[in-house]
């Protein structure tokens, strides 16, 4: 665990129940270490969007994320109550890299084994994958 005085785990969050796993697991753990969590999903303009007249505004994207973080936390806090502290945290990016920003200067991140992946996300390799390679801390992927 780190040096401060609040222990940081990160777990990733896209709406799948794979990862609303991963939060029950994450939220576990910082039960037992006093851990706080941090949610954080990621969000990005789909590769067939265009500024000239996307199926969605802008925002859509944006709020639709919020929504579905807000809902897989909001759920969970309600089967488990809120054994730990969480913060939500909504970024614009490619989920890995924004999984792996969030936890440079976490003592564990957490990732479902499988998210809401397409076929760019297939081309460049899992989020799990990804994070399990290059985060700078532990990874725990919780299978189903």
């Known amino acids: 665990m780190s040096n401060g005085a609040h222990h940081k785990i990160v777990v990733g969050v896209d709406g799948s129940e794979s ?3 991963a ?5 576990q753990q910082a039960a037992l270490t006093g851990a706080v969590v941090h949610a954080v999903c990621a969000w990005e303009f789909p590769a ?3 500024w000239e007249g996307g199926p969605l505004p802008p925002d859509d994207f944006e709020e ?3 929504r579905s973080l807000d809902d897989a936390v909001d759920e969970v806090e309600r089967e488990t109550g809120p054994p730990a502290p969480i913060e939500r945290h909504l970024t614009h990016g490619h989920a890995a890299q ?3 920003d969030a936890a440079a200067d976490a003592d564990l991140l957490v990732v479902g084994s499988r998210g809401h992946g397409s076929f760019y996300g ?4 899992s989020v799990s994958q990804r994070c399990a390679v290059h985060a700078q801390c532990p990874v725990v992927i919780v299978r189903r």
């Not at 297939?122 to 390799?125: E, F, I, Q, S, T």
Request: net charge positive.
């Open 19 to 21: 990862s609303r796993n």
């Open 23 to 27: 939060l029950r697991w994450a939220l």
């Open 48 to 50: 067939f969007y265009s």
């Open 64 to 66: 639709s994320a919020r």
């Open 98 to 100: 924004a999984l792996l």
């Open 122 to 125: 297939a081309l460049l390799g």
